[in-house]
């Protein structure tokens, strides 16, 4: 069956302008992660969704980030006012469900570039 | 709060040697999962392997094979007869019952030369 898929696979944006990204899960997939990839902080772990529970935001770096699932399938993370440092590999991925340790499996990703 | 050590960074070695990728893992919780994950140039992250702390068998899959020792808190990776296919990043994950995020160690570039 279909992956993960990430939309756009390239974004470039000037400092201080908002981007949108977005995941589409494994279908009967429950749980959605997203994950940050860069060459300073490996990768990191930003937000979680499981089902209908409230996500765990713990990862989010600041503010300016944010994410939301809409009726448990595509999930849009968006960033406000980007920042230089915000330039990464954003990471999707999905799982059966959570809490029990499934696998994850990770979509291509979408490599952000702030200028 | 977990943590996952690759102390290795690069490793580098001719076709059909065998190599042994080390992961280190600290936890407190008592349940807990593992994982290891491949990244090759094309820079997906694909899943490769999966264990429970409950489950301490070792796992040969063709020329991979996994040691999970509880003792020395270490899940290490070992491939055999490498191919220059093999050649990728290698990520150790782990994650708990309570949070399933998954905390990855540094990684791994390992290059398989011809």
């Known amino acids: 069956g279909a992956g993960v898929s990430q939309s756009p696979s390239n974004k470039v944006t000037e400092k201080g302008k908002d981007v949108e990204l977005r995941c589409d899960p494994i279908s009967g997939h429950t749980a959605l992660y997203w994950y940050r990839q860069s060459l300073g902080q490996g990768l990191e772990f930003l937000i979680y969704f499981q089902g209908n529970s409230a996500p765990d935001k713990s990862g989010l770096p600041s503010d300016r980030f944010s994410a939301e699932r809409t009726g448990g399938s595509v999930s849009t993370l968006t960033i406000q006012r980007t920042q230089q440092e915000d330039s990464a590999v954003y990471l999707c991925a999905s799982s059966l469900d959570g809490p029990k340790g499934r696998e994850q499996y990770f979509g291509p990703g979408t490599r952000l570039t702030v200028t | 709060a977990q943590k996952v050590t690759q102390a290795q960074t690069e490793i580098s070695v001719v076709e059909k040697e065998d190599v042994t990728l080390d992961c280190v893992y600290e936890t407190r919780d008592t349940t807990y999962y593992l994982f290891w994950y491949k990244q090759p140039p094309s820079g997906e992250l694909v899943f490769l392997i999966r264990?429970?702390?409950?489950?301490?068998q070792n796992e040969i899959s063709g020329r991979y094979s996994w040691n999970f020792q509880k003792s020395t808190s270490s899940f290490n990776f070992t491939i055999t007869a490498s191919q220059v296919v093999d050649s990728a990043v290698y990520f150790c994950a782990s994650s708990t019952g309570a949070n399933s995020k998954l905390t990855f160690g540094k990684g791994i570039t390992l290059s398989v030369r011809p």
């Open positions: 264990r429970n702390s409950f489950d301490e």
